[in-house]
């Protein structure tokens, strides 16, 4: 059995439901087949743009599946209280930008208003018993900001190591992120990745010491196209296993 927990994003599955704003495909029963098939928590991103997953998504997700929720948010008063009303198990405090395709990195915590509301963030959803994540690049100096301001966990950004993948820097993109995990290990916080990982990068991640869990879902929503949910979740858990 794998050590390496696996978080399931079906944010995509959402996305291709509102490219006709029904009801299918449904993120509930997406959720189901996942969480039968390997996955060890599902997770969601409520964006301002609403682009994919929606506020109901998460109430839904709630009520009527029995699940570890993991919700990526922005740190702002609309997200806060959406995460205060619904109770995912934990949080992760993303950064967004209008027009983005995607996360583009970690969390700016060079940035002193940055800091403040992610500091507002981690206090309001801890104080109700959430566990708080931050999204980080794989930098000392904001993971030690993260540790600094109460962070349970850092998920190490694996989009500059994802995009090294068969180029000359690869190897030393890897290297950042085992440094950076262990300085998450060293100041006893979760050390978490994700972003962009795929069936071919994904298991050198895995492998880092003191890994506990990948946050995953284009990879697996594009496979599933082709293989379905169950066969693209279970292929992924064996290979981080
Ligand atoms: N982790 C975080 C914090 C993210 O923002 C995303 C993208 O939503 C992911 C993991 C998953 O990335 P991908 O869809 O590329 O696997």
Redesign the pocket.
Known sequence: MSDVKLGV?L?HIATLRQARMISNPDPIEAARVALTSGADMIVM?IRGDRRHMQEEDLERMRKEVRCFIHL?MAANDEMRNIALKHKPDSV?I?PEKPGEL??EGGLNLKDKSMVKEVEKTIKALSDKGIEVSL?LDPNADDIRTGYKIGADTV?LCTKAYSESWGKKNQAKELERLWIASYLVKELNMNLHS????DYYNVRPVAQIEGMECL?????IISRAVFVGLKTAVSQMKEIIG
């Open positions: 994003n944010d991103h990526e992760c993303v995607t996360t999204f998920e994700g972003h962009g990982l946050n995953i879902g284009f990879s």
